[in-house]
């Protein structure tokens, strides 16, 4: 029979998947030898049985209180009673981590007896009444569904004295628990200590599904039916006295990467105070006594190294003692992943492909993102536009709209509008708000607080503790000093200063890659053996691609004509046209390819640059081409040579265009939508006079099928992958590029496969007969975001030549390093 619950010291700290993460960690340090209170961890299975049953499994009741009894035997304290009392923390551990989502009760098990017993144990009968008022208020909201169980009866609490009697205490305060409780929802918490603990176990089960969790896990893309394990923990308690507290510590910094202990500490408190946001904690380095700092610090370095990686680590001291109650791979900004994992590398901590493995596309896609010039921020503050500064918890520089409500944040943001939430505090309940705006500020918490870790998480520019503010949800307004901004108002936000901006900026172009992140790429180009070419349109486009890092570049004849404010002419040209246009009818389009392409060719130096012939019937542009209108007047131009003649303008423009740019530049043309072998052959004889090397786009199932004779007729080959997907779906090519139709669609179970992010199994096929394609060079061109998925999956089917948009470039060396270091 496969046990329930395990022990810290008996679990397999490799087995996430049944401790979850928290359960987990805490086996691995326990059985590192650190101090770490007793306890044990209540499997997911557990919890899948409960949601999927509505009741506990069989016989885990009676599992559970056995492992209580060896829990008091091994704490030396009684669950329940004295001489002193065993009281508990409860917590969620799902296998993927899910900061704040779930439920968390803390000081269990007090009763009458148990509370004059830890009155007489700790000589200090306020902190017993400030357990009982933490304990029943977190139950009833967490177990009872209570709203707001402990509003006001902090001041009860305070004002019991020292020479008070325990029980009368402990009875006082319970019962004024007892009747707001009563007076809120007609409920009651169990003062039987076991009881509480089953009741306890349920609620953690039923968080699983809780709509912000559901939320959470939608965003984060995490499955649905894993379930959390539970902790059951021997408390220790940081609000004891002046020499106890909690904090929470990162052994680098989680907002830059750099090095060294990062965290907060805020004495004479429980855990929860420093996490939710309520107090402002203090800097770990300041706070903590040196012999205890000390003491952390050592042992942060010790558990990096162990796990080859930053963590997030939480602690309590009790009475001057160190106890580490949880550790975790930290949560970190896009900026403060890449320097960690190059520094990692650097430091020889990781091997090179780890070091991969621990940045994502998407992070090197937020730390290219733009952001405000900076002279622009001077004047700002010079003209006294700065109203406040807070804590920075997450980078980013962002304008948007003042909202001060998340449901409205949200329905602004849906509306097309960036917006900054600000809140006093953030909660679970704010999260679709977080998730809908472009920035987060906070009037209250540190680092470490909900607003900040998941601000974090979601690579949400984020700002908290930023204490000046007032912020008036009735009145609909920010108060900051004598400033009054009424919702609405145009902010700014720079989540790495922390500082909050009257009035909008305009952005700026993207700043240059750091050197943690170009080394990590030449890390990538080794391990993944492929050329990237990025796709450019003006010769302003050229060096930063280049400096990207692409190998190459891409660029179409309709695109620079389209940006150049050619393409109006052109269409018009063809609608006055005759329908048996001559090759003199196209003599303009050479002179225009010539005219604006030198420059361009000029810009490339030596590069390879690779040109998609005009596409009249794209499905990307329909509209402006004016398609219905120009193919029904020239019905010839919906195929690739129907006017041989247009092809024929563009090689040559493209050949003038090459020597007029001094030579060195090495471009080819290639004609989309190819699908025959006969016309792969009649473009090379087009083409032969002028001397520019020409391919074909592959964009059909069709032209897969005949792809090796194609290829073997053409100078290089391209598939266009996005094409082939909306193909091989039946879907507009355009619908690939955008959220809906499709994410409905998805969400409906219509659809097994997002085409967006990952190759179809009816493509792969067609990929593989295309992958073995020799006789030229190939390549995909990949259109829009290229996701981790998608890239793994066209390197193991060995394509090693690509073309991406230009911000794609970086994203996509990563990617393919990440998916040849396995």
Same mark, same amino acid.
């Given at each position: ?15 996430? =998947? ?8 805490? &086996? ?68 993927? /981590?899910?900061?704040?989502?779930? !439920? ?28 009982? @008022? ?22 009860? &609490?305070?004002?019991?004295?020292? !020479? ?18 009563? =007076? ?14 089953? %009741? ?59 090095? %060294? ?91 090179? &492909?780890?070091?991969? @493995? ?40 962002? /304008? ?26 953030? /909660? ?45 949800? @009735? ?10 901004? $009424? ?55 050229? &060096? ?156 059909? $199932? ?57 190759? !179809? ?13 020799? /006789? ?23 394509? @090693? ?22």
């Amino acid at each position: 029979m496969i046990r329930a619950t395990l022990t810290f010291a008996e679990a397999d700290p490799a087995d996430v =998947d049944r401790l979850g993460g928290k359960g987990a960690g805490l &086996a691995r340090l326990t059985q590192l030898g650190l101090r770490v209170p007793p306890g044990y961890v209540i499997a997911t299975d557990a919890c899948r049985h409960y949601l999927q049953v509505g009741g506990l499994p069989e016989g885990l009741a009676d599992e559970v209180f056995t492992r209580l009894e060896e829990l008091e035997r091994a704490s030396g304290k009684a669950f329940g009673s004295g001489p002193v009392p065993l009281l508990l923390s409860v917590r969620s551990g799902a296998p993927i /981590s899910m900061p704040g989502m779930m !439920d968390t009760i803390l000081n269990l098990g007090i009763d009458r007896r148990a509370a004059v017993a830890l009155a007489q144990a700790t000589g200090d009968v306020r902190f017993v009444a400030d357990v009982v @008022r933490r304990f029943h208020a977190m139950y009833a909201e967490t177990v009872l569904g209570a709203l707001d169980p402990g509003q006001g009866l902090e001041v009860l &609490a305070a004002a019991v004295g020292p !020479d008070d009697d325990p029980g009368e205490v402990y009875d006082r305060i319970w019962a004024a628990c007892e009747k707001q409780l009563q =007076d809120d929802c007609g409920e009651s918490v169990p003062d039987d200590p076991r009881a509480q603990l089953l %009741g306890a176990v349920e609620a953690v089960f039923r968080s699983w599904n809780t709509r912000r969790a559901r939320t959470y896990r939608d965003f984060h893309g995490i499955p649905h039916d894993l379930g959390t394990a539970v902790v059951v923990q021997s408390m220790v308690f940081g609000n004891l006295s002046a020499d106890s507290g909690s904090g929470v510590v990162f052994t680098r910094n989680p907002v830059t990467g750099a090095p %060294g202990l990062f965290g907060e500490y805020l004495a004479h408190s429980q855990g929860e105070d420093v996490v939710a946001g309520i107090r402002t904690p203090d800097p770990v380095a300041e706070a903590l006594p040196a012999p205890l700092l000390e003491e952390l610090r050592t042992t942060c370095a010790e558990l990096e190294r162990t796990y080859g990686d930053v963590l997030d680590i939480e602690f309590t001291v009790e009475r001057s003692t160190l106890y580490f109650l949880q550790v975790r791979s930290a949560k970190r900004t896009a900026e403060a992943a890449v320097r960690i994992a190059a520094d990692l590398a650097g430091e020889g901590t990781i091997a090179p &492909a780890a070091a991969l @493995r621990m940045v994502t596309a998407e992070q090197v896609r937020q730390v290219q993102r733009p952001g405000f010039a900076d002279d622009d921020v001077a004047e700002a503050r010079a003209a006294g536009r700065l109203l406040t500064t807070g804590i920075g918890a997450c980078p980013g520089q962002v /304008s948007g709209k003042l909202v001060l409500d998340s449901d409205r944040a949200k329905e602004r943001a849906e509306a097309g509008e960036a917006v900054i939430l600000a809140r006093p505090v953030t /909660s679970p309940a704010d999260l679709h708000g977080m998730i809908a705006a472009e920035g987060i500020v906070t009037a209250t918490g540190g680092s470490t607080s909900h607003a900040a870790v998941v601000a974090r998480a979601l690579g949400t520019t984020c700002v908290v503790g930023a204490s000046a503010l007032v912020v008036d949800e @009735r009145a609909r307004t920010l108060v900051v000093g004598d400033r009054v901004l $009424p919702e609405g108002s145009e902010v700014s936000l720079d989540g790495a200063t922390g500082e909050l901006f009257e009035g909008a900026f305009p952005v700026a172009t993207p700043a240059a890659a750091t050197a943690a992140l170009d080394g990590l790429l030449r890390i990538a180009r080794r391990s993944g053996d492929s050329t990237v070419l990025a796709r450019v349109t003006l010769p302003a486009d050229v &060096a930063p691609a280049l400096a990207a890092g692409a190998d190459g570049l891409v660029t179409a004849v309709d695109d620079v004509l389209a940006a150049t404010g050619h393409i109006d002419g052109l269409v018009q040209s063809l609608l006055d046209g005759a329908d048996d246009m001559s090759a003199a009818a196209f003599d303009r389009i050479a002179e225009l390819v010539e005219e604006e392409f030198t420059p361009l060719l000029a810009a490339a130096g030596g590069a390879e640059v690779g040109i998609r012939a005009i596409d009249l019937v794209a499905d990307e542009a329909r509209e402006l081409l004016q398609q219905t209108a120009v193919t029904t007047r020239h019905p010839a131009l919906s195929v690739p040579l129907g006017r041989p003649a247009l092809v024929a303008a563009q090689l040559r423009g493209l050949a003038a265009a090459a020597a007029a740019a001094g030579g060195a530049a090495r471009p080819h043309l290639a004609l989309r939508h190819v699908s025959d072998p006969a016309e792969a052959r009649a473009l090379r004889e087009l083409a032969a006079e002028s001397g520019v090397p020409v391919g074909a786009y592959v964009t059909s $199932p069709r032209g897969v099928h005949h792809v090796a004779e194609i290829a073997a007729a053409g100078d290089v080959l391209w598939l266009e992958l996005r094409a082939l997907q909306a193909a091989v779906f039946g879907l507009p090519a355009r619908q690939l590029l955008t959220a809906e139709p499709l994410d409905d669609y998805l969400a409906r179970g219509l659809l097994t496969c997002d085409p967006r992010s990952s190759v !179809d199994p009816a493509v792969v096929g067609l990929l593989e007969r295309v992958a073995a394609v020799r /006789s030229c060079p190939l390549g995909l061109r990949l259109s829009g975001t290229v996701s981790q998925e998608t890239a793994a999956q066209l390197h193991a089917l060995g394509f @090693r030549r690509f073309a991406v948009d230009a911000a794609e470039t970086r994203p996509l060396v990563l990617a393919l390093g990440r998916a040849a270091a396995g």
